[in-house]
């Protein structure tokens, strides 16, 4: 765990020190009050080393533990931004702010990603111009994913449709408080309907599954 090496990825060697490893998600109940802790607090705590905590805390927990690096280069992820090849998406999950979400702290990308794309990146640093970054948050991975009728505002595809101000969109999670949601989105519509009127919820969910080629039911 303290070794360099290409041989396997070390994130422990490459976040560079335990105080930019955040601990952010347990399944022990016992466990839940140091989500929200650096490693290097908890193992401060503990009176061992960062190595030692974080195997016990495996151990006790049960799973793997919720965590995050801090060991990502701004400037490459700008550059990455800018490249017009690249689809936009996010890996986490979608949480309402309440009950038993509260007990872990999920990545701020679960209520910021694509806000902070168009708001920090596009508007405010011109890593893309705004109808490339719109392409490439819809059209680009619709195409990628091979989804059928979606993606695209025309005529016999599903109407799923987001209606924001280019000028006021802007992420709000932050690590300690990642439990926010974005601001500057007015409208969306889902498969036609509308879900979200003025900012709030209308209640409705017509949400369905979405199938790319591997699925054997099209007619």
């Known amino acids: 765990m303290r070794e360099p090496t290409d041989k396997w990825e070390n994130y422990l060697v490459m976040a560079g020190k335990p105080d930019n490893v955040l601990l952010i998600a347990f399944n022990n109940e016992a466990l839940k009050p140091l989500t929200g802790k650096t490693l290097a607090e908890v193992s401060k705590l503990r009176g061992k080393s960062p190595e030692e905590t974080a195997i016990d805390l495996v151990i006790e927990d049960h799973s793997r533990v919720g965590t995050v690096y801090f060991l990502m280069s701004e400037d ?106 974005a601001t500057g989105v007015r409208d969306v519509f889902v498969n036609g309907t509308q879900v979200l009127k003025d900012g709030e919820h209308t209640g409705a969910t017509p949400g369905q599954v979405v199938r790319g080629p591997g699925w054997t039911g099209w007619k």
């Open 76 to 181: 490459n992820v700008k550059l990455g931004l800018s490249q017009p090849w690249v689809a936009l998406g996010s890996d986490e999950g979608s949480y309402e702010p309440a009950g038993a979400f509260l007990k872990f702290q999920p990545h701020p990308r679960a209520y910021g990603t694509f806000a902070r794309f168009l708001g920090k990146y596009v508007r405010d640093e011109h890593v893309a111009s705004l109808a490339d970054a719109v392409r490439r948050l819809s059209a680009l991975p619709a195409h990628n994913l091979k989804l059928r009728d979606r993606g695209e505002l025309k005529a016999g595809n599903f109407a799923d449709i987001v209606i924001f101000d280019p000028a006021t969109i802007a992420d709000h999670a932050t690590f300690d408080r990642p439990q926010q949601f």
